[in-house]
């Protein structure tokens, strides 16, 4: 059962467009969600974040939106361009009694088309 | 500020093999999980160690187990390796498990493959 959903396995976007990635999570314990970039051989690297009490949070080109009623985020990138071509997850976290466990999402390859 | 490093980088085993797998975290960070990636997937949690103890494990078997030394630096053992443990083993170091929104940062991984 997958708790994170990323239901675009691609996206191609044009240089100088937006590009919107979607998120959706089942689990409604989640309070703290963030965006990682992943390039080929490398790690994934911390993008942005968002905490659940709030529904936006902007850093440069990309804005994170919350929608907890939907349990719905997404990733805006605003002008995309094509260093951002990479595989993007999204990842949700919450936490218990023994600490803070992450849960992530099967990725979205997006695509900047010079 | 060096990051989260991972050694090896690549390392080929054979079936029923064992291998260990070690990562520095962050510098001021100290706890430490761990992920194994699949071809197409996304990271799983296999377990974080915070104060030299498991602290959070996924739904993975006994045949993976972990250590958490003084200095936060960890190892991942894998025994009895089986193909299906071929795949991009992930760290990732945070500060505190007292944190309510940590931030994890990853190493570069390390790529096992089984035979």
């Known amino acids: 059962d997958q708790q994170v959903k990323q239901n675009s396995p691609s996206l191609s976007v044009q240089e100088g467009r937006i590009s919107i990635l979607n998120c959706d999570y089942t689990n409604s314990m989640f309070d703290y969600f963030l965006w990682y970039k992943k390039y080929p051989a490398e790690g994934p690297t911390f993008l942005i974040s968002?905490?659940?009490?709030?529904d936006k949070n902007e850093d440069g080109r990309f804005t994170v939106f919350l929608n907890k009623s939907a349990k719905h985020l997404s990733l805006h990138i605003v002008p995309s361009q094509p260093g951002d071509s990479a595989v993007y997850f999204c990842?949700?976290?919450?936490?218990?009694?023994?600490?803070?466990?992450?849960?992530f999402g099967p990725g979205t390859r997006l695509s900047v088309l010079p | 500020d060096a990051g989260v490093t991972q050694s090896p980088t690549h390392l080929i085993k054979t079936r029923g093999q064992q291998v260990t797998l070690r990562c520095s975290p962050k510098?001021?960070?100290?706890?430490v999980s761990w992920y194994q990636q699949a071809l197409g997937q996304g990271p799983q949690f296999i377990f974080q160690y915070y104060e030299e103890e498991e602290r959070q494990r996924g739904n993975f078997p006994d045949r993976f187990s972990g250590h958490q030394f003084p200095n936060y630096s960890s190892e991942l053992n894998v025994n009895a390796l089986l193909l299906g443990d071929s795949a991009l083993y992930l760290c990732a170091s945070s500060l505190g498990a007292g944190f309510s929104t940590d931030t994890q940062y990853f190493g570069p991984g390390t790529r096992l493959t089984v035979l």
């Open positions: 990842a949700a976290s919450a936490r218990d009694n023994y600490g803070q466990n992450f849960v």
């Open positions: 968002i905490s659940s009490i709030k």
């Open positions: 510098s001021g960070h100290d706890t």
